[in-house]
């Protein structure tokens, strides 16, 4: 039954990303209800395909969708139908955005950038901000699937040192790092849904929020000091070792780093296409990003003259890969169906009434202050960063803000950052779990929630700030 179910999701979710290809530059009513109907094939193949405790969120988002309908909806089925669609865009893109992870399995990109910045990675604290730096310049590439891509290496650059000390500083570098990317990352839905659904501007938005990411990549390599003061261990002394046994076996012994000069040149082509078409073409994002990522990728592979390679990932990616996004592409199916019930219930605004009326209690209070604890409050009931965006951005994008959108992105994706360092039930925090062996709690709240408070301070105060001022 499940081999069934696999083949069964994998071409209702690859027909349903196709539909919306067509019918985003070809409108057709049949299209558009086979596209529905396809979202159904979804959550149906993944109820038979997934463990029943993977499958529980999707069906209390269903039936609270179903139930909202029902007591709102003028026309049950039309909306019903047009609920379906109101994820179209985050499962095409999901679809295509796992296919530059190929890329970077052609060559050692990551091991010869490592040997390359040996002279700036020779300090503990040098090398823990490359190791955050480096989580988010990938996570263009992989998502999530940095985390435990980013573990591996580093735990084989480092694998005669063990113990808490070390998985402190492995473990808060990558988990810190690919939080801090959800805020400006142009390649994780996450960030770019809310831009588009909160109509902030794309480039202010990813500025503000790589400022507070570099801000907070400072912040936390400060934490990691005195981490590292308080286990009495000397981190340099180690690295330093490991980078020089890195420089022997680099396949790049000159001046010149032909693998490093490759990496820049892919992601400055890659993202730079990306604005390139936008801006000439006027699609939206979320539409540019997997056409273009199809195009390059497959370029990159011809150009490599690998086009054997490339065949030999489709075939994976189409057999194994995307039944591997059953739950993720179900929770988004299910949440885009209850969010068009809530939008249409006008919810949105007796959230934002509800949220006035605490704050005219407490002066001091303000909604760009509590948005965030709603998305981290999401994240400890299970929700991932993904779609406690998509609920939260969903609902509020059809509320008028007196503020400036990029400041209400700012605020939300401040929320999902600390979500997905502090809670134990969602899926980075999990995975790293599943690598390093350490409990979920330990990884996530134990080493990080001195640094998640100090990182929301220290947005608040920003944003607060330019509250006022605006």
Same mark, same amino acid.
């Given at each position: 039954?499940?081999?069934?179910?696999?083949?069964?999701?994998?071409?209702?979710?690859?027909?349903?990303?196709? %539909?919306?290809?067509?019918?985003?530059?070809?409108?057709?009513?049949?299209?558009?209800?086979?596209?529905?109907?396809?979202?159904?094939?979804?959550?149906?193949?993944?109820?038979?395909?997934?463990?029943?405790?993977?499958?529980?969120?999707?069906?209390?988002?269903?039936? /609270?969708?179903?139930?909202?309908?029902?007591?709102?909806?003028?026309?049950?089925?039309?909306?019903?139908? #047009?609920?379906?669609?109101?994820?179209?865009? &985050?499962?095409?893109?999901?679809?295509?955005?796992?296919?530059?992870?190929?890329? !970077?399995?052609?060559?050692?990109?990551?091991?010869?950038?490592?040997?390359? /910045?040996?002279?700036?990675?020779?300090?503990?604290?040098?090398?823990?901000?490359?190791?955050? /730096?480096?989580?988010?310049?990938?996570?263009?590439?992989?998502?999530?699937?940095?985390?435990?891509?980013?573990?591996?290496?580093?735990?084989?650059?480092?694998?005669?040192?063990?113990?808490?000390?070390?998985?402190?500083?492995? =473990?808060?570098?990558? &988990?810190?790092?690919?939080?801090?990317?959800?805020?400006?990352?142009?390649?994780?839905?996450?960030?770019?849904?809310?831009?588009?659904? #909160?109509?902030? @501007?794309?480039?202010?938005?990813?500025?503000?929020?790589?400022?507070?990411?570099?801000?907070?990549?400072?912040?936390?390599?400060?934490?990691?000091?005195?981490?590292?003061?308080?286990?009495?261990?000397?981190?340099?002394?180690?690295?330093?070792?490991?980078?020089?046994?890195?420089?022997?076996?680099?396949?790049?012994?000159?001046?010149?780093?032909?693998?490093?000069?490759?990496?820049?040149?892919?992601?400055?082509? %890659?993202?730079?296409?990306?604005?390139?078409?936008?801006? @000439?073409?006027?699609?939206?994002?979320?539409?540019?990003?997997?056409?273009?990522?199809?195009?390059?990728?497959?370029?990159?592979? =011809?150009?490599?003259?690998? !086009?054997?390679?490339?065949?030999?990932?489709?075939?994976?990616?189409?057999?194994?890969?995307? /039944?591997?996004?059953?739950?993720?592409?179900?929770?988004?199916?299910?949440? =885009?169906?209850?969010?068009?019930?809530?939008?249409?219930?006008? *919810?949105?605004?007796?959230?934002?009434?509800?949220?006035?009326?605490?704050?005219?209690?407490?002066?001091?209070?303000?909604?760009?202050?509590?948005?965030?604890?709603?998305?981290?409050?999401?994240?400890?009931?299970?929700? =991932?960063?993904?779609?406690?965006?998509?609920?939260?951005?969903?609902?509020?994008?059809?509320?008028?803000?007196?503020?400036?959108?990029?400041?209400?992105? !700012?605020?939300?994706?401040?929320?999902?950052?600390? +979500?997905?360092?502090? +809670?134990?039930?969602?899926?980075?925090?999990?995975?790293?779990?599943?690598?390093?062996? #350490?409990?979920?709690?330990?990884?996530?709240?134990?080493?990080?929630?001195?640094?998640?408070?100090?990182?929301?301070?220290? *947005?608040?105060?920003?944003?607060?700030?330019?509250?006022?001022?605006?």
């Amino acid at each position: 039954m499940n081999r069934k179910a696999a083949v069964s999701f994998m071409i209702s979710s690859s027909v349903y990303a196709l %539909l919306h290809f067509i019918t985003y530059f070809y409108e057709s009513a049949w299209l558009t209800l086979i596209l529905s109907v396809l979202g159904v094939f979804m959550l149906l193949s993944a109820a038979f395909l997934l463990p029943l405790k993977k499958i529980q969120l999707q069906l209390f988002l269903v039936i /609270a969708a179903l139930a909202v309908l029902f007591f709102t909806s003028d026309s049950f089925l039309d909306d019903l139908i #047009l609920g379906l669609q109101q994820m179209r865009n &985050l499962i095409g893109l999901l679809l295509i955005v796992p296919m530059i992870s190929w890329v !970077l399995k052609e060559e050692p990109y990551i091991e010869e950038i490592m040997s390359y /910045a040996h002279n700036f990675l020779n300090k503990s604290q040098k090398f823990y901000f490359g190791l955050m /730096a480096m989580t988010q310049v990938i996570s263009h590439f992989l998502l999530f699937g940095v985390v435990p891509m980013m573990y591996h290496f580093i735990d084989r650059f480092l694998k005669d040192h063990k113990g808490e000390a070390w998985e402190n500083f492995k =473990g808060t570098a990558i &988990l810190r790092g690919f939080g801090l990317s959800t805020m400006w990352v142009i390649s994780i839905p996450s960030f770019i849904f809310a831009v588009e659904a #909160l109509e902030a @501007t794309l480039w202010k938005s990813m500025v503000l929020g790589f400022i507070f990411a570099l801000a907070g990549t400072v912040l936390s390599v400060i934490f990691s000091y005195y981490q590292e003061q308080k286990y009495g261990m000397d981190f340099s002394f180690v690295l330093k070792q490991e980078i020089e046994k890195a420089m022997r076996n680099s396949r790049n012994q000159g001046k010149w780093n032909k693998d490093v000069a490759e990496f820049v040149f892919l992601f400055v082509s %890659l993202f730079g296409t990306i604005f390139f078409v936008h801006e @000439t073409t006027g699609l939206e994002f979320l539409l540019t990003i997997p056409l273009v990522i199809l195009v390059w990728t497959f370029l990159y592979f =011809g150009c490599k003259k690998r !086009l054997s390679n490339f065949v030999v990932e489709i075939r994976y990616y189409f057999s194994v890969g995307i /039944a591997k996004q059953a739950q993720q592409f179900s929770i988004l199916v299910a949440a =885009g169906l209850l969010i068009y019930a809530l939008n249409q219930s006008n *919810v949105g605004d007796y959230v934002i009434n509800g949220m006035n009326f605490l704050t005219g209690i407490i002066p001091l209070l303000n909604i760009l202050f509590l948005i965030p604890f709603i998305v981290i409050l999401l994240g400890f009931i299970g929700l =991932g960063p993904l779609p406690v965006i998509v609920l939260v951005t969903g609902v509020l994008e059809a509320v008028q803000f007196p503020y400036p959108p990029e400041l209400v992105v !700012l605020a939300v994706t401040s929320g999902s950052v600390i +979500s997905i360092i502090l +809670s134990p039930f969602v899926m980075p925090v999990i995975i790293l779990s599943s690598v390093n062996g #350490l409990s979920g709690i330990r990884n996530g709240l134990q080493f990080n929630l001195k640094f998640a408070i100090a990182f929301y301070m220290m *947005v608040q105060l920003f944003i607060q700030t330019a509250i006022y001022l605006y």
